[in-house]
């Protein structure tokens, strides 16, 4: 599992993975492979499968508050403590905006990335620099939706809610036309209780997916002003219950 790699390394790691008795699933987004069709997402659910596991229903926890019609529509603008995360939102994105984000304003951006990076610490442990981008990116009128992650677990922000809820309440107070969406990394178990943070981003007024891709999805959909995800579900479903 791991960024883009070069074609070259991409292809020896495949070699590699052959030669080996233990089954190996990879999760290398390479330009024209197939190692993760569908995302990490579908990923890991290919490992679940290899061991014999049963897949579960990703969570999703929709929007507490209501939004006003066709909220959402207009330009995406991604805000990612990572790159992995980012490359995989912006793959799925592709897939449903067009190939050329930028030339319909949709930006997704890696604040994980050394340029932001030097005499600071990582984004995961420090939402400074993210917290200013969502101020400036909320006030943008171009901007339709966000769409942020919050990455959980040892070593990161011990309560990212607590800083970014507030933040998209108040961006989501001040436009009725935007929208926005959190991608959730981690478990029950983590010292910042998963579905703890959930409720406080969708009590904010977010669609929270624990699925990447899904998050990335929902926000493209709502970008592009078409019908997409599960905003209307119960809080707190799933999408097992969902479907029935």
């Not at 961006?171 to 009725?176: E, Q, V």
Request: with cysteine.
């Amino acid at each position: 599992m791991a960024k883009a790699p070069a074609a070259r390394s991409a292809d020896l790691i495949r070699e590699a993975a052959r030669r080996l008795d233990t089954p190996v699933v990879l999760a290398l987004p390479a330009p024209g492979g197939d190692d993760v069709a569908g995302g990490l997402t579908a990923a890991a659910e290919r490992v679940l499968k290899a061991l014999g596991r049963p897949v579960p229903d990703w969570p999703r926890w929709p929007a507490v508050r209501s939004r006003a019609p066709g909220a959402g529509a207009g330009a995406l603008r991604g805000l990612f403590a990572g790159g992995t995360l980012r490359d995989e939102a912006e793959a799925v994105a592709r897939d449903l905006l067009g190939w050329d984000l930028e030339r319909g304003g949709h930006r997704l951006r890696d604040f994980g990335d050394d340029a932001y990076t030097r005499g600071r610490p990582h984004p995961m442990i420090d939402p400074t620099l993210r917290l200013e981008a969502l101020a400036r990116e909320a006030a943008d009128p171009a901007c339709g939706v966000l769409l942020l992650d919050a990455v959980l677990g040892y070593g990161a922000d011990p309560d990212p809610a607590a800083s970014f809820a507030p933040a998209l309440a108040a961006a989501l107070d001040g436009r009725d036309g935007l929208a926005a969406v959190v991608s959730l990394c981690g478990t029950p178990a983590d010292p910042q209780d998963r579905d703890r943070q959930a409720a406080a981003f969708a009590g904010a007024g977010a669609d929270v997916y624990a699925s990447n891709a899904e998050a990335a999805r929902r926000a493209a959909h709502l970008a592009a002003g078409t019908a997409g995800g599960r905003a209307e579900e119960p809080h707190g479903t799933r999408r097992g219950d969902a479907d029935g």
